[in-house]
């Protein structure tokens, strides 16, 4: 099966109540169109997978990102590919998070995590960072 390798970040900020926010996408066409998603997208050749990132980030969002640490690699079967994806936690270091291509965005907390209907591969991801202390608030850490 044809493997694709992706890259995407999980942007974090800080709502008014110093509680962690992630910001998660909505993709805007395709066959995934109206699903919920990290945005990010494919490795080119060459590419490092924190480059492409940040490259992905400033086309779809006309945003600088800081690239943190792996959260995780999401290994999953897809009818037609086998998706391998690359999960960064990210800063934004500047820019206002512009959508270019995608329908909608929301910025969710621990709690809102799955009041979004995520694509099939990013619910593994999700549960991951339920457990993880990525969006734990430093004062509980
Ligand atoms: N970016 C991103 N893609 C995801 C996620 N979850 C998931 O299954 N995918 C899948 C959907 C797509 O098949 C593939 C990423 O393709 P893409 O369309 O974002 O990549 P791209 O911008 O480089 O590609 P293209 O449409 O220009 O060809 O990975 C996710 O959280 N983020």
Redesign the pocket.
Known sequence: MKI?R?V?AVIKAENKQGQPIIFATQ?GY???KGGW??????IEPGETPQEALKR?IQE?LDTKIKVGSLIDTIE?D?PT?H?S?D?FLAEIESGNLVLKEHEAARWLTREELDSVDW????VL?IDTLKQSKFITPEKEM
Not at 37 to 42: D, L, Y
Not at 119 to 122: G, W
Request: one cysteine or more.
């Open positions: 694709i992706v995407a993709r395709g066959e995934f998603e990290f945005p990010g997208g494919k992905e779809e999953y897809y590919f998706l994806m999960c694509l099939p591969a990013d991801l």
